[in-house]
């Protein structure tokens, strides 16, 4: 305790030394104010006085005073022992403001304060959450060392307290026990490790605050917590977001293999950078493809929403996650966030631009498109200007270089000179970058040396002195042109520069430089000392090149520089006139003066300030100073080979609980992303990873859990009964195919993830429902499988369901509870069943679509393209009081009449009790043509219906209602453009022919940067074919891709093409519907960029 | 995290101080003052400032500077969004955030600083959390507290502080149940010498004033969403139902807030609401120069501009102006530099018009670079980007409130450079 005292009294005693002084120079009005406080002895009596009267008013009114001292940072610690009696008081008010003072004085009164210690430690007891937390929290935070035992036993009780709150309180107080006495570390973390468990949102942004003060290094606590957090993420308290999403990144990269590899091809400009890295990765690890991590993914989800936070701590946390663990490709969704960012107060504006300027430097293309937020406005203070212009600099590149410079010139005229400067600065570094600007920057900077403001025109000087290095021989004419105005520059830096270059390039100017000199000869006396210096250079020079003309006037500036007032100039002179006069003393040195004086420079590089503060982990203090702060954690290096995965497994009982519903949301998500590659399909997904490292059984459980599809489950029953059943019914090539595969499928297990994969099934089901004829069949002998299924005696849970959906086809039982216990041993595999359950029931129904449609003209049935079916909510299930609905389009022509448009609406009864009698009420306005109603929805059943509408050809909305039999829901549904059309075949020659009809007013154009991993038809068709339900017409010419529909309703004919430019692409609709023009175009144009 | 804070007036007096741990001698604003004189202006002053033993992250808002002492490695953005976050609080507890009015109030202050960071770490910033703990002052309120002896201070925890929506606190009660939103949106725009626009774009908020009672769940539909290129919303807004169906479903905090504010597509061409047609000359010969402003309607949308005023930052070497103008009225600050045309509505028959001449100081070279001239404007219902509130949709109360939507475009950063 001695010892502790001693370090807080000298920290207390330089304090008051310092109050001491401020005191006895009181500015006048401070004087005036407090005049009353300073002559305080009888003031504070007064005080005391108070405070030991009984009424409480008075007591409140002096802890007012005391606390307007406190917070003005005047001493009053002489009224300790009168306050601390009031610890108890009844008063809550009065209590917090004792509370204050305790506080604030506990350390240097420590006897006394343990006075107050029993009080609190009767109010840990109380029933009060509110009074138990503020007991902990006072207590915890006087720093009295002998209390450290009753600290840890209160933190102890308070972290398996009922009320989170309580348990929050006691992760703060964790650290604050943790500053004052670090021998506790060890049980300190024992406690850590029971509240990082805890399941409320409110303690786990206080605990990882612990965890990383008290242990950062402990890692391994993590682990079993990973996924709790990552889900938890969104609904923790924005200030806790952050604390936990740099935890997450340090844990991350000690855990995570690179996903930096395979994307590094897609990387233009950084190549170089990466290319070390890359390397090393390449030898380490170029046998196995690279398979992210489902937690990494995991990560990456969780996080992404919170880029749309109001708080820019947490945006700018969520960015940095993006930066260091991304796949470079992903990375670039921060950026519109980021970019917002700079609407905010100076602060925000000046730490994300210097994030900005660290990101622009590796990855242009991420900030390209935006350029014109960096634009500086006059308004802006001096060093937002100067990171805006470090932006655009690191930004310039061949194709906007122009528009940069442009800017520029306005820049250079600021009447804000240190910004000017910096602007000259940025075209030298144009200028050295970009080869194709050179001369012009250089013609421009040139322009500037008759500027009036001399610190532009010094800037410009030294700027083309280095310009000038990197390529001297075509610019005599420039040196010839500075050396003219050298007269009319007086900053001593741009003379000295001057001088420089006339004697490094004296060969090229022979006939100027000796007249330079002897100019210089008259005014040598007058100059200031760094032109001195560089006149003795340039005069050493000369008389090693030329020396017939200028011998005397060395030596006359020699003999000056001689006798010159400051002692380096002396020194210079006496090294040069030894080196270059030859006389009998000389020594060997003079030999090779040519050699030292005339040795060719390195030219400058010309680099950003940023180039090497990536370095530190982005958002953080350390990367804002550029330099390490106290208590910086550095960011590990990707391992090699990821840790053991399986240490985030969390014990089945929770783990079905917390995490089941998140990677169902991650499938969906997942096939999204990677549907088109097919490749990767199958190696991207999350699940393989697990399951592969699983043992034999899980090829049964993948079995078993494909019967739960309905097209596989079909199949693979009939590939399990014989193979002369399926030969029986006369299948497409395409299911043929798809069965041998099945078959294979029971020897490899591999070939079993594969196949169970989603995006694969939806791929079939599309195909399936595109194709009727095909479908049609499909599903008719799917009837007829699912007969043998159901004598196949493996699955009864299933076939329970099955023979319901059956019964009644479009009422489909949710299963997802009885698979999960099923599969309870390989967790991996149940998301997937998850989704797959509530997938069933649409593939079904478009079969059957399928089927009445077979004899719709096949002119329409293009367009195979598949896409992937996004389903909007329609009703919410809060707002649906449990029914929830949603509604996608299955991009099929209606049965129900031409002009309208399909639309499939998903029914799920979320309640507890049945919902009967759903059917639709009231419609608005457009011809809608309903469902028929339904009975009666079961508790989590769910029921697809299909409805059409006849849209007239305009996105306005659907208003319709859905009634039960108690309720009605109002509900609106809103097309996007891109669904109100119909896919039309044509040959090239008819699509030239139709948009050569269709010039002028009915054509709308747009250009669009493209990054160039999408800079390729396939990409392009499929993000059209995503957004608008357009046919693909074939192409003969490489780089453009043409589209034609027509609107559903009046058959207008919708022609669309896209052709690539190197980095951008021409974007053209033409359609006789203007409004639907240019909608339509708008919508490519973002899904494109 | 947060070590101490420390709130300091141009006047460069500490007039509070607050620390959170051990306590840290005021002598460390030593080198925030060393910082402040090598800025010159308050609003060059850096953000971060290091020390030998600490760092200075400051914000500067109101003109109080807020300065707060770290003494290890943490986001800075953190603690400046925290320290506007102080601000906000005390503005909405007291209209505003002075010198004055913290002095005034310092107890409220400190009770407040106490409960919204515990040992640095921010304890609670939900301003209704607050607000339940410690009650704002009213003139009422404080007689009555003299009277009865009762406090300002909560006796319970807030509801809010566990409960999963945390910015509304419960049993809210009004009898006249009303629901306001006002879409306000502002033009960024750059525009040069010749009219052309460099660069342009719009910010939009929605502020909302939401006084309902009970526990509304509220659902607000755009016309079109689609527009909205950029958005971030109020933690109370359900992010996954604006993902799938662009529309805003929140329960509202109580009383004033910002619901979202988003950002629409550069993509889509801005709508300039004027031009400005300016002659600026500085002659070389006899220190006078000649300015020449006319502003006049370009896309209004039908709507009347209000509340126009042109400011001009002058070079140095302009002593005086000589003007008239044709509307409104105009004061040229002699020490600030700054010539305010303060026009007011637009009069769309008899365009206004500023003219006259600038004497510089003589002997002194005429400037390099013509001034840049700062517009502001205000045009009433109407969003400039056509964003439009199709419906406002409440469940779970069974009254029927009263909604009301206002749109108003004001220039943002709106410059012609000249």
Not at chain 1, 312 to 334: D, N
Not at chain 2, 401 to 407: D, E, L, S
Request: glycine share 4%.
């Amino acid at each position: 305790m001695s010892t502790n005292s001693l370090s807080y009294n000298d920290q207390g005693g330089v304090d008051s030394a310092v109050e001491v002084g401020q005191e006895t120079t009181p500015t006048s009005s401070a004087g005036a104010a407090f005049g009353l406080f300073s002559s305080d002895f009888k003031k504070n009596d007064d005080l005391k006085e108070m405070l030991e009267s009984n009424k409480e008013s008075m007591k409140l009114e002096a802890m007012k005073r005391i606390v307007g001292l406190i917070a003005k940072g005047k001493n009053s610690p002489e009224l300790f022992p009168a306050v601390v009696k009031n610890v108890a008081s009844k008063n809550i008010e009065l209590k917090k403001l004792v509370y204050v003072y305790l506080v604030r004085y506990a350390e240097e009164q420590q006897d006394l304060a343990l006075l107050s210690i029993s009080t609190f430690q009767r109010a840990l007891k109380d029933s009060n959450q509110l009074i138990r937390a503020s007991a902990l929290r006072v207590l915890s935070s006087i720093r009295v060392p002998i209390i450290v035992p009753i600290m840890m036993l209160a933190i102890k009780e308070a972290s398996t307290d009922l009320s989170p709150y309580v348990r929050k309180t006691a992760a703060h107080a964790i650290q604050k026990l943790y500053s004052l006495d670090p021998d506790q570390k060890e049980q300190l973390i024992d406690i850590i490790e029971k509240l990082l468990k805890d399941k409320s949102t409110l303690v786990a942004g206080s605990v990882v605050m612990a965890f990383e003060e008290v242990c950062p290094d402990r890692i391994d606590l993590i682990h079993k917590n990973f996924r709790k957090l990552c889900n938890l993420l969104v609904d923790v308290e924005e200030w806790g977001q952050v604390v936990i999403i740099s935890m997450l990144t340090r844990y991350a990269r000690t855990q995570f293999t690179s996903p930096w590899r395979e994307d590094a091809n897609f990387e233009e400009n950084n190549a170089s950078f990466y290319d070390s890295n890359e390397e090393r990765k390449e030898q380490s690890n170029s046998d196995a493809p690279y398979i992210m991590d489902p937690d990494h993914r995991l990560l990456l989800r969780s996080t992404k929403p919170l880029l749309q936070s109001r708080n820019t701590a947490v945006v700018m946390s969520v960015a940095q996650l993006y930066w260091h663990l991304a796949p470079k490709h992903e990375v670039s969704i921060v950026t519109k966030s980021l970019v917002r960012l700079l609407r905010s107060h100076r602060e925000v504006q000046y730490i994300v631009l210097q994030n900005i300027a660290t990101m622009s430097i590796e990855k242009k293309s991420m900030f390209e498109p935006y350029m014109k937020s960096f634009y500086v406005r006059s308004t802006d203070a001096t060093h937002i200007k100067i990171l805006k212009l470090e932006i655009l600099t690191n930004l310039a590149n061949e194709a906007n270089i122009s528009t940069i410079l442009r800017e520029f010139q306005t820049y250079v005229k600021s009447q804000d000179k240190v910004f000017a400067a910096a602007t000259v600065q940025a075209i030298g570094r144009c200028a050295t970058n970009i080869a194709e600007v050179t001369d012009t920057c250089l013609n421009g900077l040139v322009l500037l040396l008759s500027n009036r403001d001399e610190t532009v025109v010094a800037e410009s000087v030294v700027v083309i002195k280095k310009i000038l290095q990197t390529q001297p021989t075509q610019h005599s004419d420039i040196i010839k042109h500075m050396a003219k105005l050298f007269d009319n520059i007086l900053v001593p830096m741009a003379r000295a520069s001057i001088l420089w270059l006339i004697g490094e390039y004296c060969d090229h100017v022979p006939k100027i430089a000796p007249d330079v000199l002897r100019k210089m000869a008259k005014s040598f006396t007058a100059e200031e000392d760094i032109v001195k210096l560089q006149t003795v250079n340039l005069a050493a020079k000369l008389y090693l090149t030329n020396s017939k003309q200028t011998k005397l006037l060395t030596q006359y500036i020699l003999n000056l520089g001689k006798y010159d007032q400051n002692y380096d100039i002396r020194d210079r002179t006496r090294f040069i006139r030894q080196l270059i006069v030859p006389n009998e003393k000389s020594g060997p040195l003079a030999k090779y003066a040519r050699r030292i004086l005339l040795a060719p420079k390195p030219a400058p590089l010309l680099e950003s300030a940023f180039k090497d503060r990536d370095r530190f982990q982005l958002g953080t203090l350390s990367h804002s100073l550029n330099a390490k702060a106290v208590g910086y954690l550095e960011l590990s290096d990707w391992p090699a080979v990821a840790p053991d995965q399986s240490v985030r497994n969390v014990e089945v009982a929770e783990q079905i609980k917390e995490w089941t519903p998140s990677l169902a949301k991650e499938r969906s998500v997942k096939s999204d992303d990677k549907f088109y590659s097919d490749e990767e399909a199958g190696n991207g997904s999350p699940n393989n990873s697990s399951e592969d490292g699983k043992s034999l059984s899980s090829s049964e459980g993948s079995t078993s859990e494909t019967e739960n599809e309905e097209e596989t489950t079909s199949q693979s029953g009939s590939g399990n009964s014989d193979e002369s059943e399926h030969s029986d019914s006369s299948q497409s090539d395409s299911s043929k195919k798809k069965k041998t595969k099945k078959l294979q499928q029971k020897k490899k297990p591999k070939h079993s993830t594969k196949e169970s994969d989603s995006d694969e099934e939806d791929d079939n089901r599309k195909a399936a429902a595109s194709s009727p004829v095909v479908s049609s069949e499909d599903s008719s002998s799917s009837s007829s499988d699912e007969g043998t299924s159901q004598s196949d005696s493996d699955s009864g849970v299933h076939q329970d369901t099955r023979s319901k959906a059956k019964a009644k086809p479009k009422v489909v039982q949710n299963t997802e509870k009885e698979i999960t216990l099923l599969d309870l041993d390989d967790f991996a595999p149940d998301p997937q069943i998850s989704t797959k359950s509530s997938m069933l029931s649409p593939s079904l129904l478009s079969d059957l679509d399928g089927l009445s449609l077979s004899s719709t003209p096949s002119d329409i049935q293009v367009g195979s393209l598949a896409f992937p079916m996004k389903s909007h909510e329609l009703l919410h299930r809060m707002t649906g009081k449990g029914l929830a609905a949603q509604y996608h389009f299955p991009r099929q022509p209606c049965i129900y009449g031409n002009g309208m448009v399909a639309i499939q609406i998903n029914l799920t009864n979320t309640s507890d009790r049945k919902l009967e009698n759903l059917h639709m009420g009231e419609k608005s306005g457009l011809n809608i043509h309903g469902f028929s109603s339904i009975e009666c929805l079961e508790p989590d059943a769910s029921a697809l219906v299909s409805i059409a509408i006849d849209f007239k050809d305009s996105t306005q909305a659907a208003n319709f209602q859905l009634c039960t039999n108690d309720d009605q829901f109002r509900v609106s549904l809103q097309p996007s453009v891109g669904e109100l059309l119909l896919p039309v075949t044509m040959t090239e020659q008819d699509f030239h022919k139709e948009q050569g009809n269709l010039l002028g007013m009915n054509e709308t154009s747009a250009t669009v940067p493209m990054t160039p991993e999408n800079a390729s038809s396939q990409p392009i068709s499929s993000k059209v074919v995503t957004v608008a339900n357009m046919a693909v017409v074939p192409s003969s010419q490489e780089g453009i891709v043409r589209f034609a529909a027509k609107l559903a309703s009046s058959g207008v004919l919708v022609l669309a093409s896209v052709e690539l430019q190197d980095a951008s692409a021409q974007l053209r609709v033409s359609t006789e519907k203007a409004v639907i023009g240019s909608m339509l175009l708008r919508d490519l144009k973002t899904a494109l960029a | 995290m947060i070590h101490s804070l420390f709130l300091i007036n141009s006047a460069a007096d500490i007039f509070l101080e607050k620390h959170w741990k051990s306590v840290i001698s005021r002598s460390v604003c030593d080198y925030f003052f060393e910082a402040q004189e090598k800025a010159g202006e308050p609003n060059n002053v850096p953000p971060v400032i290091r020390t030998p033993h600490h760092y200075l992250i400051n914000i500067y808002r109101d003109k109080i500077f807020f300065v707060s002492v770290i003494q290890t490695e943490v986001p800075p953005l953190f603690v400046i969004e925290f320290l506007h976050r102080v601000a906000e609080t005390l503005q909405d507890y007291f209209g505003e955030c002075s010198e004055s009015v913290i002095k005034d109030n310092v107890v409220i202050v400190y009770e407040l600083l106490e409960e919204m960071l515990d040992n640095g770490f921010p304890l609670a910033t939900e301003s209704n959390i607050l607000k339940e703990l410690i009650k704002p002052p009213t003139i009422l309120r404080s007689m009555v507290n003299t009277i009865t002896g009762s406090s300002n201070v909560g006796e319970t925890l807030p509801t809010g502080q566990l409960s999963t929506v945390p910015w509304r606190r419960a049993g809210v009660k009004y009898t006249n149940n009303e629901a306001y939103f006002d879409v306000i949106e502002e033009i960024d725009a750059i525009i040069d010498k010749s009219g052309a626009t460099v660069c342009a774009e719009i910010q939009g908020v929605i502020d909302a004033c939401v006084k309902l009672t009970g526990m509304p769940d509220l659902t607000l539909t755009f016309m079109n969403p689609r527009l909205l290129d950029d958005v971030s919303f109020h933690p109370c807004v359900r992010f996954k139902r604006w993902e799938s169906e662009r529309v805003l479903s929140f329960i509202p905090p109580d009383g004033n807030f910002r619901l979202m504010s988003y950002h629409v597509s550069a993509q889509n061409l801005v709508a300039i609401p004027i031009y400005v047609k300016q002659n600026i000359s500085f002659f070389e010969s006899g220190s006078s120069g000649r300015l020449d402003i006319t502003v006049g309607p370009k896309q209004t949308m039908g709507k009347p501009v209000e509340g126009l005023v042109v400011s001009i930052h002058m070079p140095k070497v302009v002593l005086s102006v000589n003007l008239t103008a044709t509307q409104g009225t105009q004061k040229y600050d002699t020490t600030t530099k700054v010539l305010v045309w303060d026009i007011g509505k637009l009069n769309q028959q008899k365009l206004p018009n500023l003219k006259g001449s600038l004497s510089l100081q003589s002997g002194s070279p005429k400037p390099e670079e013509n001034p840049s001239l700062d517009i502001d404007l205000k045009i009433q219902q109407l969003a400039i980007s056509g964003v439009k509130v199709s419906r406002l949709d409440m469940h779970g109360e069974k009254y029927k409130p009263f909604k009301g939507v206002k749109y108003i475009t004001k220039a943002g950063k709106f410059q012609v450079r000249t």
